[in-house]
């Protein structure tokens, strides 16, 4: 098993621009989501799912959108990047109700 | 908003010693929590778990302590080695669509 794939590892953008981090889990997990780390602080969440065609707002969802169309994928878009944006992205997959979550290795990008 | 938080947030130790990592949450419906390692330049990594049905619960060289009466969590790491240096969070669930909640983290650095 891969675990939590993303993609791709650095990106930079300028300001309105847009794009997709792609993530891709092989672990047959139900529940996903998108977590935003920035310096000095934890992670935060951005939009989670708990199955195929179902997502919802965490706690900094402003700017991002979501849509989960398979168990595995769970691609994160921004519409119109916005320098406040640049961060390190964490994708993550958790099998059931308080189980660990598992984590990709991060996008880390930059919007100038 | 609720947040979960960390008393400290760097923590230096002499190698061999144990070190103690502490973390305050405040969503007292939380019942799951879990500790992560995460190194430079990668995603977190689960180190140990703790239902809040426990109080304690041991790994290998790794203790969680819970007390819910002051909404509290330590991870003790005992005979700390230079390999254990990176950040260390703790996470709830609060079971809203079995999402994690982080704090800031703490860095720990092990001196040879």
């Known amino acids: 098993n891969a675990g939590v794939t993303q993609t791709p590892k650095f990106q930079v953008l300028k300001t309105g621009q847009s794009m997709t981090l792609q993530c891709a889990q092989d672990?047959?997990?139900?529940?996903m989501s998108w977590y935003r780390q920035d310096p000095g602080m934890g992670l935060r969440l951005i939009h989670y799912?708990?199955?195929?065609?179902?997502?919802d707002q965490g706690e900094v969802p402003n700017g991002y959108n979501v849509s989960r169309s398979t168990t595995e994928d769970f691609p994160l878009r921004l519409l119109s990047a916005a320098p406040s944006q640049t961060s390190v992205y964490f994708c993550?997959?958790?099998?059931?109700?308080?189980?660990?979550?598992?984590f990709g290795q991060g996008t880390r990008l930059t919007v100038v | 908003g609720e947040n979960v938080g960390l008393h400290l947030p760097t923590l230096s130790v002499q190698e061999g010693d144990n070190s103690i990592i502490n973390c305050a949450y405040s969503?007292?419906?939380?019942?799951?929590f879990i500790w992560y390692k995460q190194e430079s330049g990668k995603g977190p990594q689960f180190i140990i778990d703790?239902?809040?049905?426990?109080d304690k619960r041991q790994g290998q060289r790794v203790t969680v302590l819970l007390n819910k009466t002051v909404k509290h969590l330590s991870l003790q790491i005992a005979a700390t080695q230079p390999g254990d240096s990176a950040v260390y969070f703790c996470?709830?669930?609060?079971?809203?669509?079995?999402?994690?909640?982080f704090g800031t983290g703490t860095s720990l650095t092990v001196i040879p």
């Open positions: 993550a997959s958790t099998r059931g109700v308080n189980t660990e979550a598992f």
């Open positions: 672990m047959n997990h139900e529940y």
């Open positions: 799912s708990v199955g195929a065609g179902i997502t």
């Open positions: 969503n007292s419906a939380s019942d799951y």
């Open positions: 703790i239902r809040s049905n426990m």
């Open positions: 996470a709830e669930n609060r079971h809203t669509g079995n999402q994690f909640y």
